[in-house]
Protein backbone atom coordinates (compact mmCIF):
# COMPACT_ATOMS: atom_id res chain seq x y z
CA UNK A 1 0.00 0.00 0.00
CA UNK A 2 1.48 3.51 -0.76
CA UNK A 3 -0.52 6.75 -0.15
CA UNK A 4 -0.29 9.88 -2.55
CA UNK A 5 -0.28 12.82 -1.37
CA UNK A 6 -1.07 15.62 -3.56
CA UNK A 7 -2.31 19.68 -3.55
CA UNK A 8 1.00 21.13 -2.87
CA UNK A 9 2.26 24.68 -4.79
CA UNK A 10 3.81 27.71 -4.31
CA UNK A 11 1.74 29.98 -2.21
CA UNK A 12 2.60 33.54 -1.01
CA UNK A 13 2.87 34.08 2.84
CA UNK A 14 -0.79 34.25 4.17
CA UNK A 15 -1.84 32.14 1.90
CA UNK A 16 -3.96 28.59 1.66
CA UNK A 17 -3.60 25.19 0.22
CA UNK A 18 -5.47 22.14 0.16
CA UNK A 19 -4.16 18.89 0.38
CA UNK A 20 -5.33 15.64 -0.37
CA UNK A 21 -4.40 12.08 0.63
CA UNK A 22 -5.82 8.86 -1.54
CA UNK A 23 -4.78 5.70 -1.94
CA UNK A 24 -5.80 2.94 -4.44
CA UNK A 25 -7.01 -0.19 -3.62
CA UNK A 26 -6.57 0.36 0.25
CA UNK A 27 -9.96 2.01 2.08
CA UNK A 28 -7.75 5.07 4.21
CA UNK A 29 -10.91 6.35 5.50
CA UNK A 30 -11.31 3.38 7.65
CA UNK A 31 -7.92 4.29 9.90
CA UNK A 32 -5.92 6.62 11.63
CA UNK A 33 -3.86 9.07 8.88
CA UNK A 34 -1.20 11.15 9.71
CA UNK A 35 0.46 14.12 7.85
CA UNK A 36 4.04 14.84 8.13
CA UNK A 37 6.54 17.25 6.46
CA UNK A 38 10.19 17.31 6.10
CA UNK A 39 12.69 20.08 4.79
CA UNK A 40 16.02 18.71 3.40
CA UNK A 41 18.74 17.88 6.16
CA UNK A 42 15.53 17.46 9.15
CA UNK A 43 13.55 14.49 10.17
CA UNK A 44 9.95 13.80 9.13
CA UNK A 45 8.09 15.58 11.93
CA UNK A 46 4.45 14.77 12.45
CA UNK A 47 1.91 17.59 11.69
CA UNK A 48 -1.00 16.23 12.00
CA UNK A 49 -3.65 13.02 12.34
CA UNK A 50 -7.36 11.86 12.48
CA UNK A 51 -8.72 9.17 14.02
CA UNK A 52 -11.12 6.67 12.23
CA UNK A 53 -12.96 5.64 15.02
CA UNK A 54 -14.90 9.08 16.16
CA UNK A 55 -12.79 11.64 13.94
CA UNK A 56 -10.71 13.04 16.66
CA UNK A 57 -8.11 14.98 15.21
CA UNK A 58 -4.52 16.18 16.45
CA UNK A 59 -2.07 19.01 15.58
CA UNK A 60 1.00 19.78 16.49
CA UNK A 61 1.15 23.48 18.25
CA UNK A 62 3.15 25.14 15.48
CA UNK A 63 0.06 24.60 13.14
CA UNK A 64 -3.06 24.28 15.75
CA UNK A 65 -5.47 27.00 14.34
CA UNK A 66 -4.36 27.23 10.64
CA UNK A 67 -4.48 23.74 9.41
CA UNK A 68 -7.67 21.19 9.55
CA UNK A 69 -6.96 17.58 8.83
CA UNK A 70 -10.94 16.06 8.01
CA UNK A 71 -11.85 13.02 5.53
CA UNK A 72 -14.67 12.20 3.02
CA UNK A 73 -15.18 8.68 3.57
CA UNK A 74 -17.38 8.91 0.09
CA UNK A 75 -14.04 10.17 -1.54
CA UNK A 76 -11.70 7.93 0.70
CA UNK A 77 -9.29 11.15 0.95
CA UNK A 78 -7.95 12.94 3.72
CA UNK A 79 -7.39 16.71 3.69
CA UNK A 80 -5.23 19.03 4.95
CA UNK A 81 -6.38 22.46 4.33
CA UNK A 82 -3.56 24.86 5.42
CA UNK A 83 -4.39 28.61 5.94
CA UNK A 84 -2.26 30.97 7.13
CA UNK A 85 0.76 29.77 5.73
CA UNK A 86 4.18 30.87 6.96
CA UNK A 87 7.52 30.56 5.19
CA UNK A 88 8.46 28.19 7.68
CA UNK A 89 5.80 25.67 6.83
CA UNK A 90 7.99 25.31 3.80
CA UNK A 91 8.31 21.69 3.03
CA UNK A 92 7.52 18.14 1.56
CA UNK A 93 4.38 17.17 2.76
CA UNK A 94 3.80 13.23 3.35
CA UNK A 95 0.39 10.80 4.97
CA UNK A 96 1.05 8.07 6.06
CA UNK A 97 -1.39 5.01 7.84
CA UNK A 98 -0.95 4.27 11.66
CA UNK A 99 -0.08 1.17 12.43
CA UNK A 100 0.37 -0.76 15.63
CA UNK A 101 2.43 -4.15 15.68
CA UNK A 102 2.62 -3.90 11.58
CA UNK A 103 -1.02 -3.62 11.54
CA UNK A 104 -3.24 -0.24 10.50
CA UNK A 105 -5.04 1.04 13.20
CA UNK A 106 -8.17 3.49 13.88
CA UNK A 107 -6.66 5.03 16.61
CA UNK A 108 -3.99 8.12 16.59
CA UNK A 109 -0.96 8.61 19.09
CA UNK A 110 -2.26 8.98 22.17
CA UNK A 111 0.38 11.57 23.20
CA UNK A 112 -0.68 13.68 19.65
CA UNK A 113 1.84 13.91 17.03
CA UNK A 114 4.82 15.66 18.41
CA UNK A 115 7.92 14.04 18.71
CA UNK A 116 10.87 12.28 16.22
CA UNK A 117 9.44 9.09 17.67
CA UNK A 118 5.79 9.30 16.62
CA UNK A 119 6.97 8.63 12.26
CA UNK A 120 7.84 5.06 13.41
CA UNK A 121 4.05 4.06 13.78
CA UNK A 122 3.19 5.73 10.48
CA UNK A 123 4.46 4.33 7.01
CA UNK A 124 2.86 3.49 3.44
CA UNK A 125 4.52 7.04 2.40
CA UNK A 126 3.73 7.90 -1.07
CA UNK A 127 6.20 10.51 -2.62
CA UNK A 128 4.98 13.62 -0.60
CA UNK A 129 3.86 16.98 -2.41
CA UNK A 130 5.99 20.03 -1.75
CA UNK A 131 4.61 23.03 -0.27
CA UNK A 132 6.63 26.40 -0.71
CA UNK A 133 5.51 29.75 0.96
CA UNK A 134 7.27 32.89 0.29
CA UNK A 135 7.73 35.61 2.25
Known amino acids: VQLQASGGGLVQTGGSLRLSCTAS????????IGWFRQVPGKEREGVSC????????YYVESVEGRLTISRDVAKNTVYLQMNSLKPKDTAVYYC?????????????????????????????WGQGTLVTVSS
Open 96 to 124: GVRRLFGVPTMYCPMNGMSGISVRSDFDS
Open 25 to 32: GFTLVDYA
Open 50 to 57: ISSSDGST
